[in-house]
């Protein structure tokens, strides 16, 4: 039987995946209403919501999950029968920095989200059928792979290896607590590495697109060998609608793009993507090794034939195609 989601609230909308979200998703379903919920940190871009803004389907609020009065506020004003919880903190090396606003963030203020969504879901006597919770974790919980190991499922034991995984671990514990002992309706997915437009300056890929264009040093940690998957951030989405519709309450679901490839492998594709469209030649000379990050896990792979097989979803979009429209967005947004 279908989920059928009327009123969302959108946790972390200004963020990459969760702005793309809250795009993919007013597109295919004009006649539900998204609440976005925002604490606007350094990581949000509120900028690609703006046209949303005239909307009457949609409502921006900006505030912090772990703010009981205003979360459970907001359920109640807004009837929410559905919460897709994006909300973290998830720069790996401001957790190792700082990891104080991890705990805080992706554990208290997950914990905060789902006693609100229980009392107002009881309150209103919903049942399973009528509400979802959806929390989006993290590959990075199972830890790190050696060459030959298969990749992560559904079943693998949680080793988080940075405070940023480690928090992200204890959230998803959290909510499979609230699932079996108050039968909360929540649904859980682990993703690989997501990228694609507007992502934060930060995080890899923009970091190299932004070293291109200025024609400087490119960092790469320790050697570049280093193996993540990565998924696009559309892709991403797509999942997580098929989830909310066809998933089944208390199963997790790993969401991955089938694209296993080393930090440096990465780089040079993406040196020899933006030498063919901007007419630059040698970039991959720019290429400069820098000093490993503490704990840096060597390989993530997942394995999604769970959400292949029982919800019939794959990735769409090949690496080569993903990061041309990347490099696109990011030398000329209006393409």
């Not at 359920?75 to 929410?80: D, F, G, R, S």
């Not at 090396?93 to 203020?109: H, T």
Request: hydrophobic share 35%; with cysteine; proline share 5%.
């Amino acid at each position: 039987m279908r989920y059928q989601p009327k009123t969302l609230l959108v946790t972390g909308g200004a963020g990459f995946i969760g702005s793309h979200f809250i795009l993919y998703w007013l597109a295919r379903y004009p006649t539900t209403r998204v609440i976005n919920l925002d604490k606007l940190t350094y990581a949000s871009n509120a900028e690609v919501l703006l046209p949303l803004q005239e909307q009457e389907n949609y409502r921006f609020m900006q505030g912090d999950i772990g703010d009981e009065a205003m979360v459970s506020a907001l359920l109640q004003e807004e009837a929410v029968d559905t919460i897709v919880h994006f909300a973290a903190e998830s720069h790996v090396d401001r957790s190792i920095a700082g990891p104080d606003i991890f705990i805080q963030s992706n554990i208290v203020g997950t914990h905060n989200l789902l006693k609100c969504a229980l009392a107002y879901w009881r309150n209103q006597n919903w049942g399973q059928d009528a509400c979802r919770f959806h929390h989006i974790s993290t590959d990075e919980v199972y830890g790190s792979l050696q060459h030959d190991d298969a990749p992560f499922t559904e079943s693998s034991p949680y080793q988080p290896n940075s405070p940023y995984s480690a928090s992200k671990a204890a959230s998803d514990h959290v909510v499979r607590a609230y699932r079996e002992t108050y039968q909360l309706p929540t649904t859980l997915s682990n993703c690989s590495n997501n990228y694609g437009p507007h992502q934060h300056a930060e995080k890899l890929i923009p970091t190299v697109i932004a070293a291109l264009q200025k024609r400087q040093p490119i960092p790469v940690y320790g050697d570049g060998s280093n193996i993540r998957d990565w998924l696009y951030v559309e892709d991403h989405c797509q999942a997580i609608d098929v989830i909310l519709h066809k998933g089944q309450v208390g199963q997790c679901y790993n969401v991955g793009g089938e694209c296993e490839i080393s930090n440096l492998s990465l780089v040079k594709h993406l040196c020899q993507h933006y030498d063919q469209m901007m007419g630059t030649t040698q970039s991959e000379q720019l290429i400069e090794f820098v000093t490993d990050r503490p704990g840096h896990d060597w390989r993530y792979a997942i394995d999604i034939s769970k959400i292949g097989t029982q919800l019939v979803w794959r990735p769409q979009t090949v690496l080569s195609k993903g990061l041309e429209r990347t490099i696109h967005y990011y030398v000329d947004p209006d393409l």
